[in-house]
């Protein structure tokens, strides 16, 4: 839940790429950096500091993707699959 807090937050993402985070984001709307890695982080987030051109493409994406996740567009997803299923 967290994660679609931060995609529509319009902040820069740093997150740790591991299979969990990677079912619902990619580098599109993220910045990723290796698990238990000081050193990728540090990395990273020295990228989202200080190259605006890169984060920009990557808000833009993150934004989309969190509308398309919002409750109302998984409640509507929801209400047609019981549609679909029980006719």
Not at 18 to 45: F, G, M, R
Not at 60 to 68: F, I, Q, R
Request: aromatic share 6%; proline share 5%.
């Amino acid at each position: 839940m967290k994660l679609f807090e931060y995609l529509a937050a319009g902040r820069p993402i740093v997150a740790s790429k591991t299979p969990a985070i990677c079912q619902i984001v990619s580098e599109k709307e993220v910045l990723w950096y290796a698990p238990d890695n000081a050193h990728s982080l540090a990395k990273s987030v020295q990228l989202a500091v200080t190259t605006p051109t890169v984060v920009n493409s990557r808000l833009e994406a993150a934004k989309c993707l969190a509308d398309a996740s919002s409750w109302r567009i998984r409640a509507e997803r929801i209400v047609r699959f019981i549609k679909e299923t029980t006719t």
